[in-house]
């Protein structure tokens, strides 16, 4: 069914709308137009009833046991490790190891480089590291963090007054001292989906290691992190129509080997005495604990879900509907729409002069329209580009043209109530 464009076609995008009975329910006594999805996208049907299935029928500890839950629950983990690594373009260099989302997957790998233990620090003192000023917080503050545990220096690769990274401003950045390189694959702020394929290159041919925050990334467009100069791949499963708090870390092995676990405990030694111990191989290592095997397993019933959608149908649909929304937003007095020209995403942010986003975004909840509202956890970037917190709606397979519509017409009345 993949792969066919989602508004039109036989099967339509009623047909994968009814997967998702959230939206059927009105909110404020109005249908609801749920377009806040680069937080939290909704959870079709077959993803529910995969972890249904699970806690049913399979549910048990992992890894430990030899009764037959306990390996059941075992092979479905690590099948959903296997479908997801595939789902991300993962080679036999690579190895996935599951998270709780983005946040978690982006400070393990900035805290396992800036600390010393099973092996030594790759970020020392006098090191550089290189963070784009694109990033939501949870790709800047565990580098700020690293930095200051190492003694590293953090420069910041700033974009352009639109909002946009440029290679010659990474060139002047890189030095024989730059360590890691650390980017995303669209700012959920404004929407701005930068080069990351020739910034990556650039950083790894200066000898950085290079980072991929693909939280707004991997429910579209399709990943291959094969073919990306990519060590590290962060991205969660709850915005890609997957179980919340779950989410990866896809690594190039001998990348993850030199991270420092951040959870020492069960499943992730091999060997322990009362003085030490020794540490399991890759990917257990850096998975101390009982992970969330039901949301491994929703979290691979998501990339499934996904597939057969198409993603490359849902790429067009989700630019199309920002498009539409941009070209619609930008007509309306007083708006500034951020990274207008940003290339294809699925976020649109703006901005109304003498207008505060918190009583749009009330007014628009009131209609029964969700949108987010503030600086999207990127206060330097907002900041940076001098505008003050913003509107942000972004979109999912199952919205449609009429939603952005809807939002439009709240927005216009929002303004005139508000002005
Ligand atoms: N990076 C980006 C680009 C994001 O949009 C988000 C979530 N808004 C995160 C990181 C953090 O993701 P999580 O809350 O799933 O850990």
Redesign the pocket.
């Known amino acids: 069914m993949g792969d066919r464009p989602l508004a039109t076609g036989a099967a339509g995008l009623a047909q994968w709308r009814a997967l998702f009975p959230i939206l059927a329910q009105p909110v404020n006594g109005r249908p609801l137009a749920y377009l806040d999805n ?3 996208t909704q959870v079709p049907l077959p993803v529910q009833d995969a972890l249904r299935r699970f806690e049913q029928h399979d549910r048990a500890n992992i890894h430990r046991g030899v009764h037959t839950l306990s390996q059941r629950a075992t092979d479905a983990f690590e099948r959903a490790r296997g479908e997801l690594e595939r789902f991300v373009g993962a080679g036999a260099a690579h190895e996935l190891v599951f ?8 400070n393990l790998v900035a805290h396992g480089l800036s600390t010393a233990g099973i092996s030594p620090a790759t970020i020392r003192a006098g090191d550089e590291i290189v963070v784009s000023g694109l ?5 800047l503050v565990p580098w700020q963090q690293a930095a200051r545990r190492a003694g590293a220096v953090l420069r910041i690769l700033l974009p352009d007054e639109q909002g946009q990274l440029h290679a010659d401003d990474l060139a002047r950045l890189l030095t024989p001292r730059t360590r890691v390189f650390a980017l ?6 404004t929407g701005e989906r930068p080069p990351f394929e020739a910034l990556l290159a650039q950083a790894a041919a200066a000898g950085a290691l290079t980072v991929l ?4 990334a991997v429910g579209h467009g399709t990943l291959d992190v094969s073919a990306l100069a990519c060590d590290f791949l ?6 890609m129509y997957g179980p919340m ?1 779950t ?1 990866a870390l896809v690594g190039r092995r001998d990348a993850l080997e030199r991270l420092e676990p951040l959870r020492y405990g069960g499943d992730m030694v091999v060997w322990v005495t009362q003085e030490q111990a020794s540490f399991a191989e890759l990917p257990a290592r850096l998975e101390g604990g009982t992970p969330n095997v039901a949301g491994a397993v929703g979290m691979a019933a998501a990339a499934a879900f996904i597939e057969q959608v198409g993603r490359q149908a849902i790429d067009e649909h989700v630019a199309a509907l920002r498009a539409h929304a941009v070209a619609g937003l930008a007509a309306l007095p007083g708006v500034t729409v951020l990274s207008a020209d940003g290339g294809p995403s699925a976020i649109v942010s703006f901005v109304a002069e003498g207008v505060h986003p918190h009583d749009i975004g009330t007014l628009l909840d009131e209609q029964g329209i969700a949108v987010r509202t503030g600086h ?3 206060q330097p970037l907002i900041e940076h580009l001098g505008l003050g917190p913003t509107t942000r709606a972004s979109f999912a397979l199952y919205n449609t043209h009429d939603e952005v519509e809807r939002l439009l017409a709240g927005v216009a009345h929002a303004l005139e109530v508000l002005r």
């Open positions: 680069a937080a939290t998270t709780s989302g983005t946040t978690d997957a982006l990033e939501h917080h949870a790709n995303t694959a669209c700012a959920n702020a925050d693909a939280a707004q962060a991205f969660s499963g709850h915005k708090g989410g999207h956890c990127a």
